[in-house]
């Protein structure tokens, strides 16, 4: 029975290898098909599961474009909290301690990490209301409850049967999985395929058009330029071992004697190759004069930031991040503005009504959550556009100097009274521009006004006379 899933399950992939082939076969044709540029540039038409993943594992910057949107958007987990309750419902300490307990965001990365390398990946929902391998063919009984969950791949989670009642809600869709447990047990020698129903299969796809079902591979649009990038940093690094050291040619003088049986011209062949070796750094030799060849290294940098370009464009990371070579401070506060822009449209239009909700409404109907109140829940992502120290800095120097331009200004006050200024001027908020009014209030009511302040008498130092003081002249008598 095993051999026979398996043969299906093979039938089915090399299935759908043909309709993608069918579809690629076109791809670098020009001039009716004289000109083949898929051909002549060594790229390949029909990719499959293991050459993205195979470029995924040896090589830097496919792993950086497959993962850094998935990083990106589960990096801060949102909250999925009741609607209809103030308080910390049942739902969402439900939700809260289901999450903590299965590691929920970090499995949905890897879910979201699998789809660089396949049409779709499956997120594997072990409930607990099965006995036996064979039940989990069979639908979610109500009120199981969600005690684990598997990451697969399209490839290790085939489609084996679709819904083909066309009055069925889900007409098209995967009704039966064929998961191959191999991938998650690497230790087992023999291979265990299973059929799950789709009630206990949570279908992810992105890049999906014309269909829910399959989307496209992450890696496929910048794959040729991922080859193309291996090819230079690879040909750079052939080219500099092959060309920094210059090679050498060892011209025999005119009126020399070689005869092959001397034993200095054995010995001189011993010292070049010696040499050509490493192993010798000095030559000694009679009748050949050694001269050295000119090298041939040229810099690779612009033809790989070519690539980035294009890379970068298709993705939407942008170059300095995609590299790593500015990340951080360091980096331009536009090129970051930009990814997080990307990653909250990615959370806002894929990852909450795509997986998040999917997920979240598919736990709800078996009963492993409560039910919301009102049967409404909300999504909220955190806010990414957290400022840097150095932006905080650089933003209170400039409010200073407007600051200081405003309090210096006669009449400023006048034309824009202080609290618009505080709000329009720098930009601050309407419970800011409150606090500062009040504590600017408080500090006035504290200071005395300017009749009430003591007068205090300086005494007048000694042998001068006081300024009150009245001085009397008498004229001495005889």
């Known amino acids: 029975m095993v051999d026979q899933l398996k043969s299906m399950s093979r039938m089915l992939q090399l299935v759908s290898s043909f309709y993608r082939a069918s579809e690629a076969s076109g791809l670098g044709q020009s001039y009716d098909g004289d000109r083949d540029l898929y051909a002549a540039l060594g790229y390949k ?12 594992q040896r090589e830097g910057i496919p792993r950086r474009v497959n993962d850094a949107p998935c990083d990106g958007v589960w990096g801060a987990a949102p909250r999925v909290y009741d609607v209809g309750d103030a308080d910390p419902s049942p739902f969402e300490a439900a939700w809260e301690a289901l999450a903590d307990k299965l590691y929920i965001w970090n499995r949905l990365c890897r879910v979201d990490k699998l789809l660089g390398f396949g049409s779709y990946a499956a997120l594997v929902l072990g409930f607990n209301d099965v006995q036996t391998t064979a039940q989990l063919a069979l639908p979610v009984r109500r009120g199981a409850a969600l005690d684990y969950t598997l990451c697969y791949p399209a490839e290790y989670a085939t489609i084996s049967t679709t819904v083909t009642n066309p009055v069925d809600p ?23 395929i299973v059929q799950v129903h789709w009630s206990r299969v949570l279908h992810v796809c992105e890049g999906n058009l014309g269909n829910d079902i399959y989307g496209l591979p992450r890696l496929e649009v910048v ?11 690879g040909g750079s690094a052939e080219m500099y071992w092959r060309g920094a ?23 001189m062949r011993a010292q070049l190759e010696e040499f050509e070796h490493n192993l010798r750094r000095m030559l000694t030799l009679q009748g050949v004069n050694v001269q050295a060849l000119q090298t041939q290294v040229s ?16 993705t939407g990371i942008p170059k300095r991040l995609l590299t790593g070579s500015e990340q951080g401070e360091l980096a331009s506060s536009q090129d970051r503005n930009n990814w997080e822009d990307v990653i909250a449209a990615r959370r806002e239009n894929w990852a909450t009504p795509m997986v998040i909700r999917p997920f979240v409404d598919r736990l709800i109907a078996a009963g492993a959550l409560p039910t919301p109140v009102d049967g409404k829940y909300n999504i909220e992502w955190p806010d990414q556009r957290t400022p840097s120290d150095r932006e905080l800095a650089e933003v209170g120097r400039t409010r200073a100097e407007a600051l200081r331009a405003y309090a210096g200004a006669p009449g400023a006050d006048m034309v824009l009274p202080p609290e618009d200024f505080l709000r329009y001027g720098l930009g601050l908020d309407r419970d800011a521009v409150e606090e500062i009014s009040e504590r600017v209030a408080d500090m006035v009511a504290e200071e ?28 001495d008598s005889d």
């Open 223 to 233: 794959f040729n330029r991922l080859k193309d990038i291996e090819k230079i940093l």
């Open 245 to 267: 050291r210059p090679g050498y040619q060892a011209v025999v003088d005119a009126d020399a004697q070689w005869d092959p049986n001397d034993p200095t011209v054995t010995q």
């Open 170 to 192: 889900r007409f098209g869709s995967p009704e039966i999985y064929q998961i191959d447990s191999s991938q998650s047990n690497a230790s087992t020698a023999s291979q265990t």
């Open 45 to 56: 038409t029909t990719l499959t599961y293991s050459d993205f993943y195979g470029i995924y």
């Open 299 to 314: 810099d690779p940098l612009a033809h790989l930031d070519a690539q980035l370009m294009d890379v970068s464009a298709a």
């Open 448 to 475: 005395p006004l300017p009749d009430e302040q003591p007068i205090e008498e300086q005494p007048a130092p000694p042998g001068e006379p006081g300024e009150n003081d009245i001085t009397v002249d008498v004229e």
